[in-house]
């Protein structure tokens, strides 16, 4: 069941959180409120793929990348 609530407290960045119709939930924040908006429909429009791919590769892989990235700019290594 789709859901989502944009909440801000005084002098805090907008804090959106959504349901997808798979029942998972993401949360973020985001410095204007058209943002948090534009944010929430962008994952109910990916919500297939994000509910099909396996989040701990997808992390690996993004992890090996940044290596990557740190050894070709001569950064120390992530160990």
Known sequence: M???KITR???EWYHAVVTDSYGKVYDNYFEHAHEA???IYYIWEKED???SVNS???LANAIAELARIDE???IRKII
Do not use: A, T
Request: aromatic letters at 22%; zero cysteines.
């Open 2 to 4: 789709r859901d989502f």
């Open 9 to 11: 407290k005084e002098g």
């Open 37 to 39: 908006n534009k944010w």
């Open 49 to 51: 793929w994000f509910n």
């Open 56 to 58: 701990q590769e997808l």
């Open 72 to 74: 070709e700019n001569n």
